[in-house]
């Protein structure tokens, strides 16, 4: 199991697009948040699909954190 980030926004229309910045190219949308994770993932993994096939290297996993700290 790898991990990516994924940042998804809103756009004008309402339509929730998803990008993978480590991925560049990695787009995907839908019509909810929901959605639009459903699909990012599915791009994920044909992006991945396809540098295999090619012999490219894999992006390594990706860890976030959110950190708390005094105001």
Not at 1 to 7: S, T
Not at 24 to 51: F, H, M, W
């Amino acid at each position: 199991m790898a991990l990516y980030r994924v940042l998804i926004e809103q756009d004008e229309d309402g339509v929730f697009v998803a990008e993978c910045p480590t991925l560049p190219g990695c787009v995907s949308q839908g019509a909810t948040r929901d959605e639009a994770v459903t699909n990012i993932k599915d791009a994920i993994a044909g992006y991945l699909e396809s540098l295999r096939q090619h012999n490219e290297p894999i992006p390594p996993s990706t860890w976030e954190a959110t950190v708390e700290v005094p105001a």
